[in-house]
């Protein structure tokens, strides 16, 4: 039922920024706690940052904190991601999801709706 789109992915130079969307059908899109996630070649997907639906409390891995933001727009059914200081070691293909019930959790486990992802490459 429930079906999420990123874009704005891209390759940029360290130092660059890169703001990411994912747009998510349905009506009830307000009602749910929305995350990113990020998977490296060869490595495991990892928790980046997560936003709740009603209050807006955020939370972020250590490694982005500073210097990347999210945040949502429920009029547009979008939650976003701004990137700055983009660094080589976020290169990864970043995938938005959602959470319809339960507590917002970094556990990807955790997550009902995923998009496909939308690539970001970091050079140096």
């Known amino acids: 039922q429930v079906q999420l789109v990123e874009s704005g992915g891209g390759l940029v130079q360290a130092g660059d920024s890169l703001r990411l969307s994912c747009a998510a059908s349905?009506?009830?899109?307000?009602?749910?706690?929305m995350g990113w996630f990020r998977q490296a070649p060869g490595k495991e997907r990892e928790f980046v940052a997560a936003?709740?639906?009603?209050?807006?409390?955020?939370t972020y891995t250590n490694s982005v904190k500073g210097r990347f933001t999210i945040s949502r727009d429920n009029a547009k059914n979008t939650v976003y991601l701004q990137m700055n200081n983009l660094k080589p070691e976020d290169t990864a293909v970043y995938s938005c999801?959602?959470?319809?019930?339960?507590?917002?959790?970094?556990?990807?486990?955790?997550?009902?709706?995923w998009g496909q992802g939308t690539q970001v490459t970091v050079s140096s």
């Open positions: 936003i709740r639906s009603t209050t807006g409390t955020t």
């Open positions: 999801a959602g959470l319809r019930f339960g507590p917002l959790t970094t556990d990807q486990n955790g997550y009902d709706y």
């Open positions: 349905g009506r009830t899109f307000s009602t749910y706690a």
